[in-house]
C-alpha cells in the first residue's frame, strides 16, 4: 500500500474564541481578522505541498481556514463527521465560572473514562467517534498521497484518539492551537506523527497564539 501524508490542522480563531464563548457544532462562526492572518500564514508555507485531497467539516470557520488551497481548485470534499462535538446548551453561551465548573467536571469525567457521557442537549466523544468512522475510513481508502483536512479543536482530540488506536479518555494529552497543524504519515496500516501541535508556521504573525477554546 502507497503511504501517504495528512496535513491536519485546527481551523483559524473566530471573535467567539476570543471572547470565551462556546461554539460546538451548532454555532457556524467565521474567522476573524486574526483567524484569516492564521490561514493565510500557513498557506505561505504549506500552499506548495501537492495536496490531492482537502477535507473539512461543514462549519464556515473549517473551510474558510483553507479557502485558499481550495481557490487552487484542489478536490474538497465536506464531512458532517468533522464537525466540532455539539454542546448542546452550552452553546453560544459565555463561559462564567459556573460554565466553566461544569466544563472541566465534564472534562473530568471523560479522563476517567465515562466517555458516553453526554453534555447536556449535545453529544458525548463516542458519538462523536461513532460519525467519524465513515470519515477515517475515507482517509485511509483513499488513493490521495496528501491530504489536507480542516477540522475542530475537540473533534479533532477525538480523531487523533481513533487514527493512533487509543482510549478515547486520553484525548486531551493532543493539545491543540488555533491553526496548529498536526502532520502524519499513513504506512502499512498504520499512522505515526511526525509535527505534534506545531505553529511554526505563524511565528511571521508576531502575536500570541490563541489558547485552546472550543
Known amino acids: ?64 481556514s483553507v479557502k485558499d488551497f481550495i481557490g487552487l481548485g484542489l478536490p474538497h470534499e465536506k464531512y458532517i463527521g468533522l464537525n466540532e462535538i455539539s454542546w448542546g446548551k452550552k452553546e453560544g453561551q459565555i463561559i462564567t465560572p459556573d460554565e466553566d465548573a461544569y466544563y472541566h467536571w465534564m472534562l473530568k469525567q471523560w479522563q476517567q473514562g465515562d466517555t458516553s457521557l453526554r453534555i447536556e442537549g449535545g453529544e458525548s466523544p463516542e458519538d462523536v467517534a461513532m460519525r467519524q468512522k465513515p470519515v477515517i475510513e475515507s482517509i485511509c481508502s483513499s488513493a490521495a498521497k496528501n491530504i489536507l483536512i480542516c477540522m475542530h479543536g475537540r473533534a479533532m482530540r477525538i480523531l487523533l484518539c481513533q487514527l493512533f488506536n487509543l482510549p478515547l479518555k486520553n484525548m486531551d494529552t493532543f493539545e491543540h492551537f488555533n491553526l496548529c497543524l498536526y502532520q502524519l504519515e499513513y504506512s502499512r496500516a498504520a499512522f505515526s506523527m511526525v509535527k505534534h501541535n506545531d505553529v511554526s508556521h505563524l511565528a511571521s504573525l508576531n502575536k500570541e497564539i490563541q489558547t485552546p477554546v472550543t
Do not use: C, W
Open 1 to 64: 500500500m502507497t503511504s501517504k501524508k495528512i496535513y491536519l490542522i485546527r481551523h483559524g480563531q473566530t471573535d467567539f474564541n476570543l471572547r470565551g464563548i462556546v461554539q460546538g457544532s451548532g454555532v457556524d462562526s467565521s474567522l476573524n481578522d486574526t483567524g484569516r492572518a492564521q490561514a493565510l500564514a500557513f498557506f505561505k508555507i504549506y500552499g506548495t505541498v501537492p495536496i490531492d485531497l482537502i477535507y473539512t467539516s461543514n462549519l464556515k470557520r473549517s473551510v474558510e
